[in-house]
């Protein structure tokens, strides 16, 4: 009989070879993104398909879950270190979840979702709805079968949003989304009816050459501290960070050279991702210490950096005169307080990518409601886009002018990615409240950043978050960090705060 | 009981499988040559050979011989159609052969290759022979023990050989190559003694800048034929060129701003790679039918287009107006005859990978008399570099001043890829013959490719090599394309020919 310590290697060994499967998928998916040709995606849905089926089977090996049971059993699951408690419980809970899904879902689920992102990319490009729908039908009707085989003592929605948000229950989560919306439906009227509105014609009407935003978003995505000897920035449509190993971690971003916030923001916002995947305990890789705690953690790192660090005035102090050297014409008259103001807009549009930071959380809830209804059966699949129109006209004041504008604009439920949603918003309350705690706990940050100095923030963040890996749930993390419970005031206030004052208000 | 025909869908569906995943290692390794971060190397190779060992299981799986015995054993063996009965023969062999193999050779050869490689590297760069000589001695060994096992019915050598070029036999080969070298080092040596000399300094002495050359180089490989809609172009240290799919075939280069050839050739050559992956049965993907016949035929193929086409005064004439536009500095004096002369150098050098189109078989035809000589018992590996200096001597008129410059300068060995040398110069002797035919066949190609025209020869090759896939061997495949017996002849002449008057020989 082997020792509890020497299967607990064993299981270590197991779950890194996971790891191993895992980061090879992620390969795939990245180059499928940035580098596939065009003509190759029905292969490499198959060879996608394939993997998945390898890494269930090793997922749900029966003697991993044999070992497990004696490890939860042991000694060590009580009294090993608190590294090692936690790897046996959420390893178990892991297995346990992985093995209640057949295989036949498994394959079901990654063909049709593959499948349904291309049908999505057709209808969107025609605005043609009746396309994608019953697509949409298959994928709801296999996650719904997915909750229900995996997790039968939860309502189906936390089933799903268990998969992202480890421990989230929507029951918790909705008060708080609606406590936000209270606050910023009002500041979204307020900033349209101001007759004050920040000048943003820096940023809309000049141009920023692609190589030198190229060239500038690097430097900038290395001063915060993106280690571009263990990762890489590349080119994409609809931008993404993913890892490929511990040391190998990809970003990408698109580029405008109309509008050079598309790429400045949209690196900032992934390489707050890359750092947190950079900052993970290398020894523990591919295992719960060394794993990310959640989405909504991922996302408040990848939040942090790109609007309560990357839109700060103190950060364009530091910023700007990078800035001018790599745009020397479209910012010759210019200065760090003309491109802050510039950045303070706030509009309501149709498309959630393209939003403001205040208009964005609208978007994200308005997905949250949707989705919840039809997961839990209230809301027909088919009625979608007219219960998306009716929403967005009271949140926002408008309606989309076609599908494409509307239910149609994003891949995530073609894909599968059913309570993904609520995990931005949550980033952005848990990226408030971390900020705020961080001011708190280290003084002058404004002054650091206008010395380009990132460096204190970052080991806060590694400390308080990256090392915690998956040891903490996402609540229980945010709370030890900040000594506060989590709540959507801090994000509300600093939106507000940040925002009113650009309107006059 | 199944009937023949549902085992061979089984049989068909598990080579696919097999496909399926040996591309995504195809996607991994591509990667690693031309993306991952430079600290993700460890966890790549970890990647890999987990991934391996899930393609071996697959690839051993007992179901997939059981089905195969059955087949053969079937009238769909003898009486189904061509690509039938050589699914079933073929993938019997390849699975047979692979049976033979005891796991723990398997494994042993894996962990020794590999732990080679990495010797060769370091003794490579401090030129240190006997720090790589043991290692050698054990993969010599174990590829000895390696025929044994898997092919007792043939010579030691051929067992080898047969991985690589299957039915090939070196007393067929050595005659040829024999016939070869008594031409080429005659050629070699006027050349070194004649009076005139091609001009190459506007290759040599011109800057031809990296961003022109990526365009240049895309635009001559997409003329002869490659679909970039299903495949791209990259960089990388050592090129080559795999695919990661049907549609999907990756060729890559590197870039040399004071030497044009590099990327042009290295480009012409992998795109003749990937016109023969493109060119491959699609409805056969993965299966004999739809596989390249050796690596001679694939080799053959590269050095069609990159030296029987990129190197003639023909392509020059359509070719010659694109690069002036791409480099109009460097050519601003030139024409295509000036250009194409600066081709014909021939010029005794000790590494095989930088050397001409003349010389470079030689070094080839070395490497497979000395690895025969090893493998047959009557050279030790011991005497590999004494050996190596002195034939160097006899056909160059040289002496390697070190053995980095000779028996250590490439990785082949290493690697555990005996028998693989010969595949190169077999390629060169079917270009030859293939090109000959080819000029027969379609009547006046220089006037064609004078006109940008590569299409009727690229039908040609689809028809008569591509579609072909593995139903036959080499030489067979070689006599039905061009109605005659392999020989050196074409080669030789070819050589020559096209060599000859740049000396005024």
Redesign the interface.
């Known amino acids: 009989m082997p020792t509890p310590a020497e299967t607990f290697v064993a299981v270590r060994e197991h779950a890194r070879?996971n790891a191993?499967?895992a980061?090879?998928d992620a390969?795939?998916g990245w180059?499928e993104r940035t580098?596939?040709?065009?003509?190759?995606g029905?292969?490499?849905a198959?060879?996608a398909a394939?993997?998945a089926a390898?890494v269930h089977r090793h997922r749900t090996d029966a003697a991993q879950g044999a070992r497990l049971e004696e490890l939860a059993a042991s000694p060590l699951a009580t009294a090993g270190t608190p590294a090692e408690q936690a790897t046996i419980r959420l390893l178990k809970h892991d297995f346990d979840k992985q093995a209640r899904l057949p295989t036949r879902l498994v394959e079901e689920l990654a063909r049709t979702t593959v499948e349904a992102q291309q049908v999505w990319s057709l209808a969107k490009a025609a605005s043609d709805w009746p396309k994608l729908c019953p697509w949409l039908e298959r994928v709801f009707a296999l996650k719904r079968e997915q909750a229900a085989c995996q997790r039968p003592d939860l309502d189906p929605y936390d089933a799903l949003l268990d998969d992202y948000e480890p421990g989230g229950r929507w029951r918790a989560i909705a008060p708080r989304f609606a406590d936000l919306r209270s606050r910023i439906v009002p500041l979204v009227q307020a900033c349209a009816g101001a007759t004050r509105r920040p000048d943003d014609r820096i940023l809309t009407e000049r141009v920023y050459p692609v190589p030198a935003q190229q060239e500038f978003v690097r430097q900038v995505a290395a001063r915060i501290g993106f280690d571009?000897?263990?990762?890489?920035l590349d080119t994409t449509d609809h931008p993404f960070c993913t890892s490929?190993?511990?040391?190998?971690c990809r970003i990408t971003t698109r580029w405008d050279e109309r509008f050079l916030p598309t790429a400045l923001f949209g690196v900032l916002h992934e390489a707050g991702h890359g750092l947190y995947d950079q900052g993970l305990l290398r020894e523990w890789y591919g295992l719960p210490p060394g794993e990310a705690a959640s989405l909504g953690i991922h996302e408040s790192q990848s939040r942090l950096w790109e609007n309560l660090v990357g839109r700060s005035r103190a950060f364009w102090e530091w910023c700007f005169p990078l800035a001018r050297a790599a745009f020397p014409q479209a910012l010759a008259d210019a200065d760090a307080a003309r491109v802050h103001e510039a950045l303070l807009v706030v509009k309501p549009s149709f498309i959630r990518v393209e939003a403001d930071e205040v208009t964005y959380n609208l978007h994200v809830m308005l997905r949250f409601d949707l989705e919840r209804a039809v997961v839990h059966g209230d809301l027909p699949v088919a009625d979608l886009p007219t219960a998306w129109n009716e929403r967005f006209a009271a949140d926002f004041g408008l309606r989309p002018p076609d599908d494409a504008h509307g239910v149609l604009q994003d891949i995530h439920w073609s894909a599968g990615l059913i309570g993904y949603f609520p995990t931005y918003t949550l980033g952005n309350l848990y990226a408030a409240q971390l900020m705020a705690a961080a001011e708190a706990r280290l003084g002058d940050l404004p002054a650091a950043f206008a010395a380009g100095e990132f460096q204190p923030l970052l080991d806060w963040l590694r400390r308080e978050v990256h090392a915690v890996g998956r040891l903490l749930e996402s609540e229980p993390l945010v709370e030890r960090a900040t000594g506060q419970t989590v709540s959507a005031d801090w994000l509300a206030r600093s939106l507000v705060d940040r925002y009113g004052p650009a309107y006059g208000l």
């Open positions: 070879k191993l499967l980061t090879i390969a795939i180059d580098m596939m040709p065009l003509a190759a029905a292969w490499r198959e060879q394939e993997l390898v571009f000897e263990r990762g890489r490929l190993g511990p040391d190998d």
